[in-house]
């Protein structure tokens, strides 16, 4: 496995957790451990995206409706998803997310410490596995399938308390240019599982609402912050875009920082727009984003209001991301995000659905 590969799956989730940077860690050891391991292992998931927040909302009700998106149905049953290259749009990356921070003041989330933050989202991501070998030392066969999800997650505002998610199992994909293989229907119905806090994360990598609110509401002063410190990956610009991912995706980042993030992203080199991008949920978009790995990510704007609707991955380079030019290989929405007083009271979030807690960083590797 290259380093190619190893960055084109670095921001690979685990199976429930929200993403923070000790998810993605463990996500990292799990997948240096599948290159060697055993066999049998659960799928690598390849990291979610984007976010999008509208509407001001009420905040003391136990849950306020930001915004709601009837999904349509797409493709299923191993449909490949292929869409036309992107198109570079007439206008500049500064522009579009200059628009879009002028948008980010329209929202007015005031989630209080105690409270919980939910987010509702379609998703979908690559599944990676069979990479290495098995526990008697022959070799797998890899395999890929693109994973879909309906999601919604609460997380604490103040990052003190157990959240919880929801994952409604969707028909996957074919992920271009690979066979569906069996592991792709392992998992069907709906999971609800804890999220158990961890411990804390380093300051300059929490992303819970009131770390985020405490962050620079400056462009200059945000760029910086998306520059600190040890984030991963195989370059500080890579690792810049991934962490603004990180602060918007199922997450509430407030007005002034969410401004100030947009502008900062327009500071990363290779930063560009697209036109006529299309998020999970079918609204089509401006897309502002850069290449990885193979893959040009995208953060997808509404083109009227410039609020922020979700993410999508498109293939530019076959060779790297090993699956032809075209291809849509992970696409998200953000369907609402709203302010609850606690987590549901399902009796599915016995203990035993607790998501394990990652290993400390750099414990394993």
Not at 29 to 42: N, S
Not at 119 to 130: I, K, L, R
Not at 228 to 241: C, F, I, P, V
Not at 302 to 316: A, C, H, I, M, S
Request: glycine fraction near 10%.
């Amino acid at each position: 496995m290259n380093n190619d590969e190893i960055e084109m799956m670095a921001g690979i989730r685990p199976d429930a957790p929200p993403y923070g940077q000790e998810a993605k860690n463990a996500a990292r050891r799990r997948l240096a451990a599948a290159t060697t391991a055993t066999a049998g292992r659960g799928p690598l998931w390849r990291r979610p995206y984007a976010v999008a927040l509208a509407g001001a909302l009420a905040v003391a009700a136990t849950v306020a409706v930001t915004v709601t998106v009837r999904a349509p149905e797409p493709q299923i049953g191993g449909a490949e998803v292929v869409v036309a290259m992107p198109k570079i749009a007439p206008m500049s990356a500064t522009e579009v997310l200059g628009r879009a921070a002028r948008a980010a003041a329209r929202s007015d989330l005031e989630p209080r410490d105690d409270q919980f933050v939910k987010v509702e989202s379609q998703t979908m991501y690559g599944a990676f596995g069979g990479m290495g070998t098995d526990a008697d030392g022959n070799t797998q066969t890899e395999w890929r399938y693109l994973y879909r999800t309906k999601r919604a997650i609460w997380q604490s505002a103040n990052g003190e308390k157990d959240g919880a998610l929801r994952i409604e199992h969707l028909e996957p994909r074919a992920y271009p240019g690979w066979p569906v293989p069996p592991e792709a229907h392992r998992d069907s119905g709906t999971e609800w599982s804890r999220l158990p806090i961890c411990g804390k994360a380093p300051d300059h990598l929490r992303t819970d609402y009131a770390s985020l609110k405490k962050l620079p509401a400056d462009a200059e002063g945000m760029r910086a912050h998306l520059y600190t410190g040890e984030r991963g990956g195989n370059s500080k610009d890579g690792a810049a875009w991934t962490a603004a991912g990180d602060m918007l995706r199922e997450n509430y980042l407030p007005p002034a920082q969410r401004a100030a993030l947009f502008q900062a992203v327009g500071t990363i080199p290779g930063v560009d727009v697209v036109r006529d991008a299309e998020d999970a949920a079918g609204r089509r978009g401006i897309g502002v984003g850069r290449v990885s790995a193979g893959v040009r990510e995208d953060l997808i704007f509404d083109p009227d209001t410039y609020e922020l609707l979700g993410e999508r991955g498109v293939v530019v380079d076959e060779k790297t991301a090993k699956s032809p030019v075209g291809s849509l290989v992970a696409s998200t929405a953000q369907l609402s995000v709203t302010v609850a007083d606690s987590p549901p009271d399902a009796p599915e979030l016995a203990a035993d659905t607790a998501s394990t807690c990652p290993e400390p960083v750099g414990k394993t590797g």
